[in-house]
């Protein structure tokens, strides 16, 4: 076991926690967004009786993960366990900040950020935070639907209480933070750059690697082809490129060859020689 590696994935969780701590604390709850799942839950029983968040998260997240752990037992790590006790503990530190955003539409975004970062920081440590996951989980394994329409069906619950305790309108809103959230984990999931993939399509393979090549310093990779219409032998060309480079190759290959078919793609979690690694002999 690596043991770097390990405490590198309990500090994405606890600081995950913290995270969505900070956004449930600072945003969700003072503007009353159920945005689903036990935090949704928690904000319901809070506006109703005055319940404090934390203690409820934990009085759900406890019984179930063990509930859980009895019936899906390999599907289950310390790390899930740690994420579904750090969680209401960051939440019962942050209650205590002197700061609150209370308007509905700042609070639906900046708190699905922030949940969503916090959430996303969990996933990349192996980790979970439980809850109705973990029940979802188990509608799965008894009834055969898939996980994310389970998901969806707990969610819309608590979605549907909110509305009836609260009102549409913040029942909306809660519906654009998690839709931020999710995004926000993606972002972190994939850890998104200003990066893209350049794909071309060209009969004039020594020209265009060369511009890669010499002008632009990236490697390629190259994969032959035969035109759908043409029938004719031609070269596809994959290469990484930073924002600005593909703007600057962009504009080398209009100049110098027009006749080639280029597109650019958004590309995300990049491994390799000159992005995650030394960019020393790179070319293919």
Same mark, same amino acid.
């Given at each position: 076991m690596d043991i770097r590696k390990e405490l590198r994935f309990y500090s994405l969780i606890i600081f995950?926690?913290?995270?969505?701590?900070?956004?449930?604390?600072?945003?969700?709850? #003072?503007?009353?967004?159920? %945005?689903?799942?036990?935090?949704? $839950?928690?904000?319901?029983?809070?506006?109703?009786?005055?319940?404090? #968040? %934390?203690?409820?998260?934990?009085? $759900?997240?406890?019984?179930?993960?063990?509930?859980?752990?009895?019936?899906?037992?390999?599907?289950?790590?310390?790390?899930? @366990?740690?994420?579904?006790? @750090?969680? #209401?503990?960051?939440?019962?530190?942050?209650?205590?900040?002197?700061?609150?955003?209370?308007? #509905?539409?700042?609070?639906? $975004?900046?708190?699905?950020?922030?949940?969503?970062?916090?959430?996303g920081l969990v996933f990349r440590g192996k980790g979970s935070t439980g809850g109705t996951t973990i029940i979802g989980q188990l509608i799965k394994k008894y009834t055969g639907l898939s996980s994310g329409f389970a998901q969806l069906i707990i969610d819309g619950c608590v979605v549907i209480v909110a509305i009836i305790i609260f009102d549409l309108e913040l029942a909306l809103y809660a519906m654009i933070s998690t839709f931020i959230a999710s995004k926000s984990i993606d972002f972190i999931q994939l850890r998104s750059s200003a990066t893209k993939l350049v794909l071309i399509i060209t009969e004039n393979e020594q020209q265009v690697t060369s511009l890669i090549r010499n002008e632009v310093n990236r490697g390629f990779t190259k994969v032959w082809s035969e035109g759908g219409f043409s029938n004719r032998k031609k070269v596809l060309l994959l290469s990484v490129v930073e924002q600005s480079e593909a703007v600057y190759l962009k504009g080398l290959i209009q100049s110098h060859d027009i006749d080639s078919f280029v597109i650019f793609l958004n590309a995300s979690d990049i491994i390799g020689k000159g992005f995650s690694l030394p960019r020393d002999c790179e070319n293919k």
């Open positions: 995950g926690t913290f995270f969505v701590g900070l956004g449930f604390n600072i945003f969700l709850l #003072p503007a009353l967004l159920a %945005a689903g799942g036990v935090s949704g $839950i928690s904000t319901i029983l809070y506006s109703l009786y005055g319940w404090n #968040p %934390a203690v409820v998260q934990w009085s $759900i997240n406890i019984p179930v993960f063990f509930l859980g752990y009895y019936f899906l037992g390999r599907d289950f790590s310390v790390k899930t @366990f740690v994420g579904t006790t @750090f969680l #209401p503990l960051s939440v019962w530190i942050t209650s205590y900040l002197p700061f609150t955003v209370k308007d #509905p539409l700042l609070s639906s $975004i900046y708190g699905g950020i922030l949940c969503g970062i916090g959430l």
